[in-house]
């Protein structure tokens, strides 16, 4: 393949690479329908770790961290969009991730985007998609 090659993957040619001195800092917001419900499911099923939570644990937005992960939860019962959160770990990383949700029971889909990914749903159906490492 012609191009680039960043983060284990190869990209165009033609792909623009900015370089910029600032560091870009992101969080994705995932829009649920109970954020207790699926806070609890990223601690107790992934094992995330409640950041914080809005309004001293009452509120209806908080975050969920694991490691350099961060995702903002989001309860808001008229939205019906669903995310998608692509994570890449090293073959380590995967292999532990396999074994706890073997352990938790958590139900990984196999899929292929653009090549093989491990696919966990949230109960919300939004998708965090872990390729597999070249």
């Known amino acids: 393949m012609i191009g680039?090659?960043?983060h284990g993957r190869h990209m165009?040619?033609?792909?623009?690479?900015?370089?910029?001195?600032?560091r870009w800092y992101t969080r994705p917001v995932f829009f649920v329908a109970d954020v207790?419900?699926?806070a609890n499911f990223y601690v107790e099923m992934l094992g995330f770790q409640k950041a914080w939570h809005s309004d001293g644990g009452a509120g209806t937005v908080c975050q969920v961290s694991h490691g350099e992960c961060e995702i903002i939860l989001a309860e808001d019962g008229t939205r019906?969009?669903?995310g998608?959160?692509?994570?890449?770990?090293?073959?380590?990383?995967?292999?532990d991730l396999r074994r706890?949700?073997?352990e938790r029971?958590?139900?990984?889909k196999e899929t292929w985007w653009g090549y093989d990914t491990l696919q966990i749903d949230d109960p919300?159906?939004?998708?965090?998609?872990?390729?597999?490492?070249?």
């Open 4 to 6: 680039v090659k960043m």
């Open 12 to 22: 165009p040619e033609d792909s623009a690479v900015v370089r910029t001195s600032h």
């Open 36 to 38: 207790n419900r699926a």
């Open 80 to 82: 019906r969009d669903r």
């Open 84 to 95: 998608r959160l692509f994570i890449e770990l090293t073959s380590e990383a995967l292999a």
């Open 100 to 102: 706890e949700l073997v």
């Open 105 to 108: 029971s958590v139900p990984p």
């Open 124 to 134: 919300d159906g939004n998708e965090l998609f872990f390729p597999r490492p070249e």
